[in-house]
């Protein structure tokens, strides 16, 4: 089993629509949750941190279900510029005193007129 | 303003041909990362280095080495690339130790890889 699994998408959305992208985590101990954004062919860009309460940047809201081990992003109004894939991240408990980001493939997004 | 950086952007060689790919960074961050991406992929850490301390992943092939002179550069070396490494290499940067703020990494735009 993956350490984060997303689905693959592509999802195929109108501008405007609402999108979410769920993925879950194999780790129980799992400390720090992110959604990163990948334009294609550059490089990941943090989108949000993501915790136990919930938190909204503008039109993105991202959620940690640490029971279910679950985390989801929440697009709203979705623009043409949200086209990208988004990696869901995780980080271990801290060992050897560095981050270790554990990345999801990806879920792709494309936003069409 | 480029904070991180990897040149070049784009690396041809050939199969068995060694390569050298580059990364510099201007945040005076502690560690340094080198990612692998294949299409489609997640990005897979390879090595890191913590200051001076080089640590590796376990699954990490032998055909992949690190050299990090100093605090602003750190340099992949494949030795003997194969087809199967065609590929985005990722470099980032973190500073530790801290707080939430620094599980942040800083990604470079990446180098892509092609052998032929």
């Known amino acids: 089993r993956k350490e984060v699994e997303q689905d693959p998408g592509p999802f195929n959305v109108p501008e405007g629509a609402t999108v979410a992208f769920n993925c879950t985590y194999s780790?129980?101990?799992?400390?720090?949750f992110f959604w990163y954004r990948q334009d294609c062919r550059k490089e990941p860009k943090l989108l949000m941190s993501?915790?136990?309460s919930g938190n909204e940047d503008g039109r993105f809201t991202a959620q940690l279900n640490r029971a279910s081990q679950y985390i989801s992003l929440l697009i709203r109004d979705s623009k043409l510029s949200d086209s990208a894939t988004y990696l869901c991240v995780v980080t271990p408990l801290r060992s050897g005193g560095y981050n270790k980001l554990i990345f999801g493939a990806g879920t792709r997004l494309a936003v069409h007129p | 303003d480029a904070m991180v950086i990897q040149n070049p952007r784009y690396q041809v060689t050939q199969f068995g041909k060694p390569v050298t790919l580059s990364c510099s960074q201007t945040?005076?961050?502690?560690?340094m990362y080198w990612y692998q991406q294949k299409s489609s992929q997640a990005p897979k850490l390879l090595f890191h280095y913590y200051d001076k301390d080089f640590n590796n992943e376990a699954d990490t092939p032998d055909n992949f080495q690190s050299r990090r002179p100093n605090t602003s550069f750190c340099f992949l070396d494949i030795r003997s690339p194969g087809l199967g490494d065609a590929a985005m290499y990722l470099c980032?940067?973190?500073?530790?130790?801290?707080?939430?703020?620094?599980?942040?990494?800083?990604f470079g735009p990446g180098t892509r890889l092609t052998v032929l």
């Open positions: 980032a940067t973190s500073r530790l130790p801290g707080g939430q703020s620094t599980d942040t990494q800083y």
């Open positions: 945040l005076n961050h502690n560690v």
């Open positions: 993501v915790y136990s």
């Open positions: 780790n129980s101990a799992s400390q720090s």
